[in-house]
């Protein structure tokens, strides 16, 4: 799904704001087909893919300040982890800025933490910062 702030012309354009509702909608919806299939202990986690901001001094300093002090401090999660893309080996930009990977025991869990208020005013702040688009997708773990 392509997201964008001005309705751009893309096949599948939607303004983010939609398009992160979608995504977490998705992700709630979606727990109960990953816990038919999911195998063992592994879990499942929430990958989002922040496309290039417009301002990326901009995005690093709200993302670090101001959105991912409120993830970490929500402890219903099992596990954060973050990363920033890099150029490939041919020196092509990275597909996608920075991700953000949420952990959770099992599709049970996840559905639990996406229900709560406190989760959903995260996934509400990611527009404040994330001019790029996100692309959230969701996965069994192993």
Known sequence: MTTSNDGGSSPI???RRTALSFGLAAAAGLAAG???RAEGNGGVKITVLYGAPKDPAAFEKYYSEKH???VYAFKELKRVEISMGLPGPDGKPPAFYRIAELWFDNPEHMQ??????EFKEIVEDVPNFASGG????????G
């Open 13 to 15: 354009s939607v303004p």
């Open 34 to 36: 990953v816990e038919a």
């Open 68 to 70: 991912m002090p409120r």
């Open 112 to 117: 639990k933490v996406t229900s709560m208020p």
């Open 134 to 141: 996100a692309t959230v997708m969701v996965s069994k773990i």
